[in-house]
Each structure stands twice: as C-alpha cells, then as structure tokens.
C-alpha cells in the first residue's frame, strides 16, 4: 500500500501571497488531518476532515481553510500568508473508525518570504 | 490543560543503554497515548500507543509505562541502537475528539555506537 503522499515537497511564497498543499490519504482511509511542525510551536494540530465534513479544527486563524474532495484527497488553504507560517505542513490519515493509528505523510515544507 | 509536558529535551545514551523518555499531562478524559518517532526529512511515525486501561505495553525493545493516578506516561527503549537515533514525541487525545492529538514538545535522542 502506498504511504500517504503530499505534494509539493517544497515550496517558497512571498508575504501577502496565498498556497495550497495537496494530501493523497492511503487508500481506504476517509479521514485527513492536517498538522503545523515549526521548532519553536511543535507539532499543532490544524484541522480534520472525514467524509468531506469538517470534524475538528484547532487554534488558528481563519487564512487557514481546507477541504476534502469525494475520493478522501484533501487540500488545505493559506491565504494572505505571513512570515510565522512558514513551517513543515504535515497531512495524516486514518481509518477513523476510532482515533487510533494515524499515519504521517513526509511533509510540505514552505517557506515565506 | 490542553497541553502534554515532555522530557527531556535531548537524551545523549551510549548503544546498549537504556533510554527513558517522560510526558505528563492534565486533561483527565485523555484516553489514547501514542508516540511517535520522527526522523529528518520525514514525517513523524506511530512507534506505540496505550489506552489508561492498562498500565505496560511492550512492543520488542520499546516499553510504554502508564501511570495514571500521576497522570504521567513513559517511553522506554531498551538496548538503545545507533538507528534509534531520531527525535520522539508523546501525544494525547480523546477518543471523542477522533485524531486532534496533543503533541508533547519532542526529545532528540543521540545512540552514540
């Protein structure tokens, strides 16, 4: 089975400027969470989508949105970006039946300008 | 109370030894203890998890001791290896909050051969 694939890797934007990272989930799995990975924060969770629904959001702005799409791929949305957002965006997956094994993708690393 | 204290914060331990990783936590409804081991360039990875019902999990060298009236759990790994090197994280969540995990802060473990 295919791990969980995020794309891009990399990525540099400009203040002001909007991104979108992409999350292909493994197959099967119909939940999506996305998590914000800087030194000085850690880990923080930002959002879960299961079935295209919205199930839990963390504590962050509104600039920062996502979605899930009917095949569980999932995006998530920075708008009017700021230089605090750079950071490691990690997508995760799981089978949601309970909360237990979540699965990490590698990461969109970006870089704001 | 949303928040899971870790440490150390770096563990140097020489191959063979023994290295112990600590979390604490506040919020009681906890319920789902995981850790994850994280290496550069990659996403963090499910190492082993326990539920409050039990207070030892073992799973080959890696230990996770629960000790639920201190609201404290463990990581142990055994006959530490120079690939064991990676930076470990404890989290917690709530079975009714599905895969929002509360990270701990991460140790950076160094196995020196």
């Known amino acids: 089975k295919a791990g969980v694939t995020q794309t891009p890797r990399y990525l540099i934007k400009t203040r002001g400027q909007q991104v979108t990272l992409s999350c292909s989930p493994i197959s099967g799995h119909r939940s999506v969470s996305w998590y914000q990975q800087t030194p000085g924060q850690g880990l923080q969770f930002l959002f879960e989508?299961?079935?295209?629904?919205?199930?839990n959001k963390g504590n962050f702005p509104g600039r920062f949105s996502g979605r899930q799409f009917s095949n569980s791929r999932s995006e998530m949305n920075v708008s009017t970006l700021e230089l605090g957002d750079s950071a490691l965006y990690l997508c995760?997956?799981?089978?949601?039946?309970?909360?237990?094994?979540?699965?990490f993708g590698s990461g969109t690393q970006l870089s704001v300008l | 109370q949303q928040q899971v204290k870790q440490s150390p914060q770096s563990l140097i331990v020489q191959k063979g030894g023994i290295s112990i990783i600590n979390c604490a936590y506040e919020n009681t409804a906890f319920d789902y203890f995981p850790w994850y081991q994280q290496f550069p360039g990659k996403g963090p990875a499910l190492l082993i998890a326990?539920?409050?019902?039990?207070s030892e999990k073992k799973e080959g060298r890696f230990t996770i001791s629960f000790n639920k009236s201190a609201k404290q759990f463990s990581l142990h790994i055994m006959d530490s290896q120079p690939g064991d090197s990676a930076t470990y994280f404890c989290?917690?969540?709530?079975?009714?909050?599905?895969?929002?995990?509360?990270f701990g802060s991460g140790t950076r473990l160094l196995v020196r051969p």
């Open positions: 989508y299961f079935s295209e629904t919205q199930r």
């Open positions: 326990i539920r409050p019902d039990v």
């Open positions: 989290a917690a969540s709530r079975m009714d909050s599905s895969y929002k995990l509360i």
């Open positions: 995760a997956s799981g089978v949601a039946a309970t909360n237990e094994k979540l699965f």
